[in-house]
Every structure is written in structure tokens, then in C-alpha cells.
């Protein structure tokens, strides 16, 4: 049972406010943000999602720089809440096609007929997008999605969740498009989150894939569609160690850890052929989540190197190798490696004829970042840092920097070789069969060598 | 509803209207269209409207329009009248007359044709939350229950819980609740069904407080047929309202294990559900089930595992926090399931602060022989972080493995290469680290003291990390050539020593060094007491008073006190007791288990929700078992003696003078009061949290005198007559409570608690065990910060006679009260000297 909601700018300015049982004092938007602005408890710097003030239960979850949050007095499931949170969030995003703090400031009538629906004194009602576009008379101002920053993981994981972008997954749910004809198309895509960390030496020390199969459909007369996977897919890793590299799979078994499904999602099939049913609901969700900790090969291999260079130098080499098909193309690689504290200066220097390529060094936190556009599959790419430091080294340099991170992005990639062998429509459409895309992207969780 | 109308008005952003004199605006314009049935005049009044919403939203106070809203909602545009319903709802409650303008037209409206009207009409109506309204409210709620559409049933629903609030009377007249009773296991549509769960559940919680058929009606609630009609609709309800019905399964108890096995196939693939809240809410189910099978309850640990570690890497980190809480309960309870799958609970870098932070706390209790190192590998790695703050966790977490486990070496080598990584925040965390191993592996000494040696007191600057090194430097300055020396100069600059814990290890530091080298150490102790006898602190200025006077008296008995041969600690106290434990696992999948506290010491009672099914009820059920655990024997023997002694102790404030005349110096040479004394002074020397439990009464006499905490009075009182109670008295919940009702009551009396047994009431439970010590029993406790409130009873030795006693209990203020009443009333002050004295004594021990 929730008492109130409310969405506030990252200024703590209330978006959009509903008290649903008025038993929580007032004031309660200031004493939240405050509380959340200046999270000081136990030596951590953000404010864990739940948290409890004079009786009160906060909920919070960030969605795209934005805070929706929630609150209550009883002892209520805190995983219920917050993923009604996001749930809410992801509802408002159907409507809006693009959720940031314009389109909701632009739509917060619409928003408010939502939440009206969605929860009823604290008791939610109904979260289907589908369900909602009954009691939603409001038409959306959709906001300018030209002015969204390009494609990249900032806009990819900026709501925290996975979720494919591009100009055709924004439009909303119910706005009707210029020349008036809805477009039957649906979008299925395969988002796979790597985290792997390297050792010094590296050798790989955990790796695992986190993957969604997301859905969003736009398909008129809600039909039936029909996904099947690999046929060998295999699922549980049986009793063995999670983390048991000896038993080599290279007979292309995909095995899944685990999986789990989206209610509407039927597994008559799935024993016999991997194939899953299901008629897709309105909105963008996620038909399957799975992790898999089978061993697979890493799309980069990063090499890492600190060499003292004199008492008050050092010398940085970073290498990148990409271990993928030439066909395929990575894109916003970043690399960061924090560096001694001390350090005051940093010269670069790239490889001869690198293009698309920045480098930087972080003053405040003392970090280098590289930035490449994009890196084909096969390619190798070097760089090399001057570091002078404003103190006399002692110690072991290794110990005062790293580890390397990095980030990216690669499309029509996946590491798992999960595969959607094809997507079945159950309807007859006339000549205009519906466009299917069968998207996959990969893209970096944490991605770490050790020096 | 939204923003307050004295919401204090923040800066509205560019985008927004500002204030009072666009309100004036609004309402001319308002006033202008009212009756306005120009053409496009909807549109205009719906950019009106969105104008005062959007003022409502940011907090400014548009409730003056109120006459001109209503008067402007005639109308059929159906976004308008949302708009309407929206203000109206929001401020009905400052404007009760007005408010009954709009009844009117939302009464016509709850009979529109549209099913959708019909619905909103209802919803605002009931939310008006306006008392003298409420006549309005039952006819259409009424008619809305029996509704042919399922939106307007499901609106009417929630309305009836709504008009409870407003008037129970109201609505329990109107025979709501039966109404829905019938609904619930009769309506076709799911969330009507669910509504009518969710209002019964609300509306009988809040009733049964005072009515003994509202509580038996919510019993019924997990009766077997109701159960079994929801969970055989279990896929029909959305996955919101199945994890209601689920949270009401977990409740239910099952005849038999048949039915137990039946529930757990037909849940089997909710587990596979994307929303975490369903899979916690299924696993809750499973593990509250099979409780009493030992070893299916073990397999359902495994069968869940998998489940929630994908829901810990599959959502958003706030879903993985709360998940990662609940398997943090679950590794407690059984730390052996994820020992093979502790990779899972490994940092990674872009997580926030607050994942990382309950992940180290996994790694920490899955630890055991086969993983520890390759977790404190890990954990090392994190140690030189540039995220200090889960540096610095790291550290602790490796410090905690170390402690909890038998095979330390490889974790002491990995301490000690924290404390040559020169980083300062690294140096003082492990430096405390070191300073708890060495407590409880002495055997370890030669090789820490080796590198502890070699870090300069100047580079430690936090009070935790140079207290543990000064204790150090004292306690092992045999073998630190520099101890002395390091000691004097610290004592030098004893003015620039903030805190008083350092200044009071230094003291003592100083004293054990002197007693091993005296004559290297001798200008350092004079200097030390000297300061300290001149320190402003008043337990620094004590201590240094009381080694004075103990080395005055002989330095052999000083030293025997300050300095005795220690004995190494096996286990660390935890700082929880099983019981909130249990009682936090009886409220899995709540809020408890991410504060890891018990709802009742963050909740009040009214909102306590439906976790704690019957407050008074389930307390009494739960202690009335714990009260038939038998309490060991030995102890019971040794509370026997205590009761003795204790009962010249009662509180009530007595001087210094007799402070010291109670216990002068000769009492030392009794070798149990040695022993006693210098184990509680090695607790003080280590300034330990975890108190060490077994210092017998004497001791306290001890930490009085160093002006520790540990104030007890025992001023002179007279003796009451001998009254023994019998240890394994026995009374269950029923009687209690017809006792208490029938017995007069015989004895009341205000009284004031101890402020070390105010701090030891912060562990709920402790005080039931303190008082089972003494042989008095509880049987109900509740309350909540500052005010607790617990029932006990107790039995005479070889009689049949019972003591009750109610003892209400202050924390903010001190202050206390207990009602007692008793079969034999001739011997109840007895009773209550002696009940008192026992608490006296809580927090103490």
C-alpha cells in the first residue's frame, strides 16, 4: 500500500505529485530530497533506494536523471514497490514515447490520468499499457526526439534498464502518426550486458551475461507471435560449480543459468522446441531475462601496463583488441584507468594515424579516458601516456591505479549465441506484410582488467 | 492529494506560472467561460485547467478557485471533468462547503451511462474526505458494489475502504463488509476479487483492535477454502494483486503435508516470473511452509536460489538491493548455499555504493574453508578501490572473515600488506583489524607487531585506528623496542588529543607498559597521569585517579588489575539475537529485512500493515513459546545468587563516598574479584561493543569507579522478606489474560531506569532474557521507540501463587512504571522490590 507518489527534477523540483491516502505529513517531497541529496550514513555517498524517516518509508528508484518515488507508512514488500516504480515509469515512457523531464512537465495531465488509474488509494489497480488506454483521454505532446543525445550507452542505460533506442521506439503507444495509418511493426530485441573482470594477467576471473529479449509491439488485433530460440538451448547449469570452467563447451550448447518470463509469455512448447508463444501486450517489456555464467569469449581483450619512468615519472600503455568478426563494428568504446593521486600532468600519444579517437585526463578524479569512435572487429589499438607526478613515487605504482574499465556498445553482436531462430505473426496481413526487426546489441556492464 | 496548500512555494522553473497574481488571473478567466457554450470554448477551458493543476502540482495554493472550478464543470468533455475530479478531490477537504456543491453533479454522474463516468464519478465522490458528506456516499457505493461493469465494482471497492476512513461507523452500518466478503469469492473479475482482499484485509485489521468478530473474520481470510479459491485464480489476478494473494498464503497453515506439496507445485512456476516482487513473495511462501520440514525446507533454499540471483543481476539496482537484502537473510540462515556461488556477490565497478556495500557483507557471510581465498583476494583488490568509503568496507570485510574464521594465515599476510600499502584511511582500517585479531589469535603477535611497529603514530589520525595502536603499543611493549618512547611522545602532546577514547587507551597503555619496563617508562607514566589527572574529561580524569590510587596502594595489585594475563576471545557477540532474527525472517519480503530490524521498532502499531497479523495476539503466542524454553540450569543456580546480592543494590542514587567505602582496595586480593575485575577492564581496555557477558556483579563496582558507563547504585535499603521464585514457571497467554482481568490491582510504581539499561532496551529481546534470568517471564511485549510496554509474569518457588506485572517503559525519559498484580497480595511489594532490582541490574551484566 503506497501513500504517495511523486516524480522530482534532479533540482528536487516536484514533476508531478499525487497523495493517494494523506496520512503522510507534509512537507514529505523537501524531506525526501534533502534526506537523498545529503545522504550521510555508514561511509556511503548515495542513499540506498529504501529508506525510513520519522515513520516514513521512502521508495526511490533514478529513471533518466528523474526520481520517482514513493512513499508509505505500513511494512510493505520493498521489491513490490520499487518495481512498481519503475513499472510506472516504463508505463508513462508507452505514453510519451520519450520519458525525460520535458515531456512529462509537457504531459503531466496525462501523467496524473495515469497514476489515477494505476493506483487507487494506495492499492495499485492495473500497470498493462494496454489495460490504461481505455481511461486515457489525453492526446501526448510528444516532445522533439531529434533533440535527444545520439545513440550510446548514455541514453541506452540512462533508465537503468535495458532497453534498445532508436527514433522508432519512441513513439507512443496511442498518438496517432502523420498520414494517420498506424505502421504494423514489431521490434524484438536481444540486449546482452557483458561483465567480465581480467586478471593482472590476464586470465579471466568471473565473467557472466545478464540478457533480456525485449518486445514492443505495434502490431494491430493483437495476434499471436511465436519466438523460437536456439533448439539446443539449455537451461540450469545442473549441480556442478556455477564458475566450472573445466567442462569446456565448445559443441555450441547454450547453456542459461537461469531465465525468467513475462507473464503473458506461454511455455507449452518450450521443453520440446524452445518456442515461445505469446500475445504481446501493448508497450515496450521484456519477454525474458536470462544469465548465463558459461564460459564465452570476451568480444575485447584490454592489456594494461604501468611502468615507473624515473622518480617522478610513469609510463601508461593501454592496448585494445577486438576478438570479433570483422563484419561487425563496436561503437562509443570509452576507457577510463584512475591513476595515482599525485599525478599532475598527462601527454598522450596515439597510435600513427588513429582517427575518431579522444583522449583526456581527469583532474578532479585523476582519471585517463580514451574514447573511440569505433573499432572494427579484428583491430588492435594502442595508447600510449606520459604521467609526471607532483610527488617522489614510493610503494608499488600498481597499487596506486587501475583497474581499467570500459565501455561499449556492439550492434548485431551477441556473446552468448542466444539466437532468435524466428519470429511467427499469426495473422494474415493483407499486402502489407508487418515489418519484423530482430535487433541484438551487446554492450559492456563491467567490463575490468586488473594491473 | 497533491501539494499541500501551505506547501512552502519553491521557485517555480521558467516553465511554470508563479503566484498569487496569476491565480487572480486564473479566476477571471475561469469566470469568464463558465457559462460559456461558445465553440471552442472546452479548449480553452482545458488550457485553464491544466494552468491550475500545474500550480497545484508545484505546491502553490490555487484552492480559492474552488467556486469557479466547480462552477465550470458542466460539462461532457471527459478530459475536463478528469481535471475536475483531480482539484476537487484535492482540496474538498480545506473547503468542506464548497465541497458539497460538487456532490450534485458527481451523484448524477455515478449514473451516467458510460461505465467509465460511472468509475470516476464514484472515485472522486469517496474521495472528498468530507465527514458530513458521508450520507452522500452510501447509496451510489452501494449501487457501484453491485454494478454490472467490473471497472465501477473494482472503483467501488476501494471506495468502501475510503468511506471507512472517513466514517467506520458509516460503513460497517451499511454492512460494507459482508457485502465484500460475498464479492470476493463470487465476483468474476480478478481485481475486484483482489480490491475486495485488499479493503477486508484493511478494514478488519483496523477493527479487530476493538471487536473480537472483526478479528475472527480476518482469520477466515486464510481459512482453506479462501485460500485455495484465490490460489486456484492465482493466474488470473495481475502480477500486483498475486503477490497479495501470496503474501496471504505465506500466512496460512496447511492440515498436512500433502496440501503443503499441493501449494508448492501449483506456485512452482511463479519463481520464473520477471517481477521480483512476485518471486520474493513466492519464495516467502515456500520457506514459511515447510518451516517444520527440516529438509525439504533446505531444498527449497536451493529451488530459489537461482530465481533470485537472476533478479539481483537482471533489474535496475534498486530491485537488485532489495533482493540482495533478502538473500543476505537467507545466507544467515544458511550460510552454505551460496558457498559455491559466491562469485555472484563480487563488486563490480559501476555498481552504486549502496549494492556494493550489502554485496561485501555477502561475500563476508558466505566465506568458509573452501572460498576464503579467493574472496579475501578479491576483497584486497578492492582495498586499494578508488572509492574509499567501499575501501574501507573491504578491509572490515576481510577483518570480519579472519575473525569468523579457524585458518587464518593467509588472511594475516593480507592485513599486513594493508598496513604497508601507505595509504592512510588503509593503515587506520587495518590497524583496527589487527588489534581484534590479535584479541582473539594472541599466537599471531610476533608477526603484526613486527609491521605495527614500523608505522609512525603521526601517519594514524582517526581515534578508532590510533586507540587500537596505543592499545597495541601497551599491551605488547615487550616486544616493540620503540613502545615506551612512542608512548611518551604521545603523552607529550596529550593537549592536542581530541578524543577521549584515545587519551583513555593512552592512560592505560601507559600503565602496561610501566609494569614491563618501568624504568624506560616511568617519566611517561608520571607525565600521563598527570595530564590525565588535569584532563577536563570526566572519564579520562577518573581513570587517572583510580591507576594513582591503585599504584599508590601497590603496584603488584595495580598491575594485577590493569595487566593480568588475558584470555584470548573466542567469539565476537553478535549484535543481534536470534530472536529478532526469527522475527525478521517471519516478515520476509517486508521492509524489515532491509533495516534488519523487526516492524514493530520502525512501524507504529496502527500502520504495522498486514505482516503483523494480530499485534497483541501473535506476541503472546510467540513469547509464550520462548517462555517454555527451559532456561539452562547453571544459570539459573547463579541468578539465584545474584537475587541475593542484588537486593542490596537497589537503585536510587548514592554518593561517591560511599562508592569507595563499598568497595576499598583490599577487596582486590580475593582472587574471584580480580578475576572478575580484570576481565571487565580488558573489555574496557578494548573499548569493545560487544560486552562481555559474564562479568559477575562485582564488577560493575569497577567500571563505576573508571566512570565508564556502567552507573549502578546500591544504596542501603532495607531487606525485604526472603521471596524465591520458581526459575521454570509456566503460564500460558489464556490465563494470563483472565488473571489480569480479574485480579484487583495491588501494586503500581513509578520508577526510573537506568541509563545502560535504557541504551541495552535498544535489543528488544534482551530485556525478556535478562528477565528470565531472574525468573520472570514475559509474555507479551510491543511498543515502539520511546515507549515500550511488556507484560511478565513469574511464579513463588513451591507455591502456586503468580505475580502479573505490566511494565511500561520510557526510553526517551528514563522513566518507567509497573502495575503488578498477584494471587497472594500480602507479598506483592516483595515481588516488586525484587522485580525491580532485577531490572535494575539489565544492561549491566
Given at each position: ?370 574514447n573511440l569512435k569505433k573499432v572494427v572487429g579484428g583491430c588492435e589499438h594502442t595508447l600510449r601516456a606520459k604521467l609526471s607526478f607532483s610527488q617522489e613515487l614510493h610503494g608499488n605504482i600498481t597499487k596506486e591505479s587501475g583497474p581499467v574499465s570500459m565501455t561499449f556498445t556492439i550492434p ?40 | ?845
Amino acid at each position: 500500500m503506497i501513500s504517495q507518489f511523486f516524480v522530482l527534477s534532479q533540482r528536487g523540483d516536484n514533476i508531478v505529485f499525487r497523495d493517494y491516502r494523506g496520512e503522510v505529513p507534509k512537507g514529505s517531497a523537501e524531506i525526501f530530497f534533502r534526506k537523498v541529496k545529503f545522504w550521510e550514513d555508514g561511509g556511503l555517498e548515495e542513499a540506498p533506494p529504501v529508506f525510513n524517516v520519522d515513520g516514513v518509508n521512502y521508495f526511490h528508484v533514478k529513471v533518466v536523471g528523474l526520481l520517482f518515488v514513493a512513499t508509505t507508512r505500513v511494512n510493505t514488500s520493498p521489491s513490490y514497490v520499487l518495481e512498481l516504480l519503475q513499472r510506472i515509469a516504463r508505463v508513462i515512457k508507452d505514453y510519451l514515447g520519450i520519458l525525460n523531464e520535458d515531456s512529462l512537465r509537457k504531459n503531466f495531465v496525462l501523467v496524473y490520468e495515469l497514476l489515477d488509474e494505476v493506483i487507487d488509494f494506495g492499492y495499485v489497480q492495473t500497470t498493462s499499457t494496454e489495460l490504461l488506454k481505455s481511461y486515457v483521454f489525453n492526446e501526448p505532446l510528444v516532445v522533439d526526439a531529434t533533440r535527444m543525445p545520439p545513440l550510446g550507452p548514455a541514453t541506452l542505460f540512462a533508465q537503468g534498464t535495458k532497453r534498445m533506442p532508436g527514433i522508432a521506439v519512441t513513439k507512443s503507444v496511442v498518438a496517432t502518426e502523420p498520414g494517420g495509418r498506424k505502421r504494423e511493426e514489431i521490434f524484438v530485441d536481444i540486449i546482452e550486458k557483458i561483465s567480465i573482470t581480467f586478471s593482472s594477467s590476464g586470465y579471466i576471473l568471473t565473467s557472466e551475461i545478464d540478457g533480456t529479449i525485449q518486445m514492443k509491439s505495434y502490431l494491430s488485433g493483437n495476434p499471436e507471435i511465436r519466438l523460437a530460440l536456439n533448439d539446443d538451448l539449455a537451461i540450469g547449469r545442473g549441480q556442478g560449480p556455477v564458475y566450472g570452467y573445466r567442462s569446456s563447451t565448445g559443441s555450441g550448447v547454450v547453456v542459461l543459468d537461469d531465465c525468467n518470463f513475462h507473464e503473458s509469455v506461454r511455455l507449452d512448447s518450450f521443453e520440446v522446441d524452445r518456442t515461445l508463444s505469446l500475445v504481446p501486450p501493448d508497450g515496450e517489456f521484456p519477454v525474458m531475462n536470462y544469465r548465463m555464467t558459461q564460459e564465452f569469449k570476451p568480444p575485447f581483450r584490454i592489456n594494461a601496463l604501468i611502468e615507473e619512468a624515473g622518480a617522478h615519472k610513469a609510463e601508461v600503455i593501454l592496448k585494445v583488441r577486438a576478438e570479433f568478426a570483422s563484419s561487425i563494428t563496436a561503437n562509443t568504446i570509452k576507457v577510463q584507468m584512475p591513476l595515482p593521486k599525485y599525478t599532475n600532468r598527462v601527454s598522450f600519444e596515439l597510435e600513427p594515424g588513429a582517427s575518431g579517437q579522444t583522449t583526456d585526463f581527469k583532474e578532479a578524479n585523476k582519471r585517463l579516458e580514451w574514447n573511440l569512435k569505433k573499432v572494427v572487429g579484428g583491430c588492435e589499438h594502442t595508447l600510449r601516456a606520459k604521467l609526471s607526478f607532483s610527488q617522489e613515487l614510493h610503494g608499488n605504482i600498481t597499487k596506486e591505479s587501475g583497474p581499467v574499465s570500459m565501455t561499449f556498445t556492439i550492434p548485431m553482436y551477441n556473446a552468448s549465441r542466444l539466437q532468435v531462430k524466428y519470429l511467427q505473426i499469426a495473422k494474415k496481413y493483407g499486402t502489407h506484410e508487418p515489418y519484423r526487426w530482430v535487433r541484438y546489441v551487446t554492450q559492456a556492464n563491467s567490463y575490468v582488467a586488473r594491473i | 492529494m497533491a501539494p499541500p496548500p501551505a506547501h512552502p512555494q519553491r521557485s517555480p522553473s521558467p516553465s511554470q506560472p508563479s503566484g498569487k497574481s496569476e491565480v487572480t488571473d486564473l479566476r477571471s478567466q475561469l469566470r469568464q467561460l463558465a457559462g460559456s457554450r461558445a465553440p471552442g470554448a472546452d479548449d480553452a477551458k482545458r488550457d485553464l485547467f491544466k494552468k491550475v493543476i500545474s500550480n497545484m502540482t508545484i505546491g502553490i495554493d490555487v484552492s480559492s478557485l474552488f467556486g469557479e472550478m466547480v462552477m465550470c464543470s458542466a460539462t461532457s468533455d471527459i478530459v475536463l471533468k478528469k481535471m475536475c475530479y483531480l482539484y476537487v478531490g484535492n482540496y474538498a477537504k480545506v473547503n468542506p462547503d464548497l465541497a458539497l456543491l460538487t456532490i450534485n453533479f458527481l451523484q448524477r454522474d455515478c449514473k451516467d451511462d458510460d461505465p467509465m463516468i460511472r468509475g470516476l464519478a464514484l472515485r472522486s465522490l469517496c474521495s472528498l474526505r468530507v465527514a458530513n458528506l458521508v450520507e452522500y456516499l452510501v447509496g451510489p457505493l452501494g449501487s457501484g458494489l453491485k454494478d454490472n461493469n467490473s471497472y465501477v465494482r473494482t472503483v467501488a471497492v476501494i471506495g468502501v475502504v475510503k468511506l471507512y476512513h472517513i466514517s467506520a461507523s458509516t460503513c460497517l452500518d451499511a454492512d460494507f463488509p459482508a457485502t465484500l466478503k460475498h464479492l470476493m469469492l463470487n465476483d468474476p473479475d480478478t481485481q475486484v476479487v483482489a480490491n475486495c482482499l485488499s479493503a477486508l484485509q484493511e478494514i478488519w485489521t483496523l477493527e479487530s483492535t476493538s471487536s473480537e468478530e472483526a478479528a475472527k473474520e480476518r482469520e477466515t481470510l486464510v481459512s482453506k477454502p479462501v485460500i485455495y479459491y484465490l490460489l486456484n485464480r492465482i493466474k488470473e489476478f495481475s502480477e500486483w494483486a498475486q503477490c497479495l494473494v501470496l503474501e496471504l498464503v505465506a500466512k496460512y497453515i496447511p492440515s498436512d503435508n500433502s496440501e503443503i506439496f499441493d501449494i508448492m507445485n501449483l506456485l512452482e512456476d511463479r519463481l520464473q516470473h520477471a517481477n521480483g516482487a512476485v518471486v520474493l513473495a513466492t519464495s516467502k511462501v515456500f520457506l514459511h511452509l515447510t518451516l517444520s520440514m527440516a529438509d525439504v525446507h533446505q531444498q527449497v533454499y536451493e529451488r530459489i536460489k537461482a530465481p533470485l540471483l537472476t533478479q539481483v543481476s537482471a533489474g535496475s539496482p534498486e530491485q537488485s538491493y532489495a533482493v540482495l537484502s533478502h538473500l543476505h537473510l537467507l545466507v544467515m540462515r544458511a550460510p552454505y548455499i551460496f558457498s559455491s556461488d559466491y562469485k555472484h556477490f563480487y563488486c563490480q565497478y559501476n555498481e552504486p555504493s549502496y549494492v556494493k556495500k550489502l554485496k561485501l557483507e555477502m561475500l563476508t557471510a558466505v566465506a568458509n574453508e573452501s572460498n576464503t581465498y579467493d574472496i579475501v583476494t578479491e576483497l584486497c583488490e578492492y582495498a586499494a578501490n578508488v572509492d574509499i568509503p567501499i575501501a574501507r568496507e573491504s578491509i572490515r570485510a576481510v577483518g570480519k572473515i579472519a575473525l569468523q574464521q579457524y585458518d587464518v594465515n593467509a588472511i594475516v599476510d593480507r592485513l599486513l600488506q594493508f598496513l604497508e600499502m601507505e595509504k592512510d584511511y588503509v593503515t587506520c582500517e587495518a590497524l583496527v583489524l589487527v588489534k581484534d585479531l590479535l584479541r582473539k589469535y594472541p599466537q599471531w603477535s610476533q608477526d603484526c607487531i613486527a609491521v605495527v611497529g614500523n608505522i609512525s603514530s603521526k601517519n594514524v589520525q582517526e581515534p578508532k585506528a590510533k586507540a587500537a595502536l596505543i592499545w597495541m603499543l601497551g599491551e605488547y611493549s615487550q616486544d616493540m623496542p620503540d613502545a615506551p618512547y612512542v608512548l611518551e611522545s604521545l603523552v607529550e602532546n596529550w593537549d592536542e588529543e581530541h578524543s577521549a577514547e584515545v587519551r583513555l587507551h593512552l592512560l592505560t597503555a601507559v600503565m602496561k607498559c610501566f609494569f614491563k619496563r618501568a624504568p624506560e617508562t616511568q617519566k611517561a607514566l608520571g607525565a600521563g597521569l598527570a595530564a590525565g589527572l588535569a584532563d577536563f574529561h570526566q572519564d579520562v580524569h577518573d581513570r587517572a585517579l583510580f591507576y594513582y590510587r591503585l599504584l599508590q596502594y601497590k603496584v603488584s595489585v595495580a598491575e594485577s588489575v590493569v595487566n593480568p594475563p588475558k584470555q584470548a576471545v573466542s567469539v565476537f557477540a553478535d549484535s543481534q539475537s536470534s530472536e529478532i532474527k526469527d522475527r525478521i525472517f517471519d516478515e520476509f519480503n517486508s521492509l524489515s529485512v532491509i533495516y534488519q530490524k523487526p516492524s514493530y521498532m520502525f512501524t507504529d502499531k496502527e500502520h504495522r500493515g498486514t505482516f503483523e497479523f494480530s499485534d497483541e495476539l501473535a506476541n503472546l503466542t510467540i513469547n509464550a513459546e520462548a517462555g517454555d524454553s527451559a532456561v539452562p540450569a547453571q544459570r539459573v543456580e547463579a541468578n539465584d545468587n545474584d537475587l541475593l546480592l542484588s537486593i542490596t543494590e537497589k537503585e536510587e542514587g548514592r554518593d561517591a563516598a560511599s562508592n569507595g567505602s563499598a568497595y576499598s582496595a583490599p577487596s582486590y586480593d580475593g582472587a574471584s574479584a580480580t578475576s572478575a575485575a580484570s576481565q571487565s577492564l580488558a573489555d574496557l581496555a578494548f573499548s569493545s561493543t560487544s560486552g562481555s557477558g559474564q562479568a559477575p556483579a562485582s564488577s560493575f563496582a569497577i567500571d563505576d569507579l573508571l566512570g565508564l558507563d556502567f552507573s549502578v547504585g546500591a544504596a542501603a535499603t532495607p531487606t525485604p522478606p526472603p521471596l524465591s521464585l520458581n526459575p521454570k514457571a509456566v503460564l500460558d497467554p489464556g490465563t494470563f489474560q483472565q488473571k489480569w482481568r480479574q485480579l484487583p490491582l495491588s501494586l503500581s510504581e513509578d520508577f526510573s531506569l537506568s541509563p545502560q539499561g535504557v541504551a541495552a532496551l535498544a535489543t528488544s529481546n534482551a530485556l525478556l532474557r535478562h528477565m528470565q534470568s531472574h525468573s520472570i517471564h514475559c509474555i507479551a511485549s510491543g511498543g515502539q521507540s520511546p515507549n515500550f510496554k511488556f507484560f511478565f509474569f513469574a511464579q513463588k518457588a513451591e507455591s502456586a501463587s503468580i505475580y502479573l506485572v505490566e511494565l511500561l517503559i520510557n526510553s526517551s525519559s528514563a522513566k518507567s512504571q509497573i502495575k503488578i498484580k498477584a494471587d497472594d497480595q500480602s507479598t506483592s511489594q516483595a515481588f516488586s522490590t525484587l522485580f525491580q532490582s532485577a531490572l535494575s541490574k539489565f544492561g549491566t551484566a
